[in-house]
């Protein structure tokens, strides 16, 4: 299936090299595209969390009052959910799509000449043996160091991979000489970070509810914290070290597609954040 995907969006993103001639360019507007075209999922799953965080402060006063009483937990839990409109598995919808959007954008710029180009696989073999015989070692990336060795011979697998002065098919970790291959995964690893910081500050807000005590409201926080926020806590951490690890084995393409779609998911945050808000406020 995400195979099915990568060819789906091959032919956007070929479409988009071939009338700007570069894969970096046409990276960034891929994705660019991509978001708007799934800014209604984003949207919906953005209401479904803000309306799951005041219905948590509920939900757990009811499992503390039937916690000894399973059968009257679940009946209440139902009542609730039915009550507010909401589904147990509200926002699984666009969870999916994010992550089949995910790896077959990972499958399609991985392999480009598969599922972008569309170069015919006998030919990709051929090259992928010579090249496996000349450097007498597996490749994670055949296909990135097919364009990056053959391109210049051959122009069916020639991709123009050079993006101000960067070179695309580069991989961090095997051309360490060259300082400019560490810019995009540095880039990417701080809005990696900025971008947790950025959701955990939203959630924090989210977790403070409004509690009514005899007719007057009060602004509380729970006093036991929320294993999921506890998680979302550990993975601030967790996710720029894993960052690191990934974009210094990955080429610069793939690194510049996670770059962009950080960027993009910073900006949609923010915009988003605020207008839910102004809409609930009104």
Known sequence: MISFFANIFGYFLNFLYINLGNFGLAIILFSIVVKIVLLPVTIKQQKTMKKTAKVQQ?????????????????????????????????????????????????????????????VDNNLIEQYKIEIEEENSTNNAYPEISII???????????????????????????????????????????????????????????????????????????AIQNPMEQANKNMMYIMPIMSISIALVAPLGLALYWLVNNVLMIIERLVLNNVIKDEENN
């Open 58 to 118: 509920k939900l757990k006063e009811i499992q503390d009052k039937y916690k000894n009483n399973p059968e009257k937990l679940n009946q209440e839990t139902i009542e609730l959910y039915k009550r507010e409109k909401m589904s147990p598995f509200s926002g699984c919808l666009g969870a999916i799509v994010q992550i089949i959007l995910l790896f077959s954008v990972f499958y399609l710029v991985r392999s480009p000449l598969t599922y972008m180009k569309k």
């Open 148 to 222: 990056k060795q053959k391109g210049n011979v051959d122009e069916k697998v020639y991709i123009n991979m050079n993006f101000l002065g960067l070179d695309l098919s580069g991989v961090p970790i095997k051309d360490t000489s060259d300082i400019k291959v560490f810019i995009i995964p540095a880039l990417y690893v701080i809005t990696t970070f900025f971008s947790m910081r950025l959701n955990s500050s939203i959630n924090k807000k989210k977790g403070k509810n409004v509690l009514i005590t005899d007719g007057k409201e009060e602004k509380k926080e729970d």
